[in-house]
């Protein structure tokens, strides 16, 4: 079963679902239960998918990819949001107000 065009770069299994995080942004959810492998549902995030990782409760996953973006994405049907948004590159400079303490 081909599952990406740029590798395979991540996994993750949760029950009878393995998702697998791939170098073109795909997120698949596949089904292996009872020796079978079916893909179920896709997701295209931003750049390559790093890292994935399954919640507590099963509910959601995390997939951190290229960009610096964290992902949080629900088990179910891998419709997901922007957790968070860092940068990728170096700090060069930092300042400080003096009026303001946050």
């Not at 409760?57 to 968070?84: C, I, P």
Request: charged share 20%; hydrophobic share 35%.
């Amino acid at each position: 079963m081909p599952l990406s065009s740029n590798g395979l770069l991540s996994m993750a299994l949760c029950g009878d679902h393995l998702f697998v995080g791939s170098g073109d942004g795909k997120l698949k959810k596949l089904n292996i239960a009872e020796g079978k492998w079916n893909l179920t549902h896709e997701a295209q995030l931003d750049s390559k998918i790093m890292s994935l990782t399954v919640s507590n409760d099963q509910k959601e996953l995390l997939a951190g990819t290229m960009n610096g973006k964290l992902y949080r994405v629900l088990e179910n049907d891998l419709s997901f949001l922007v957790h968070t948004d860092s940068h990728t590159g170096q700090i060069n400079d930092v300042n400080f107000s003096p009026k303001r303490s946050d």
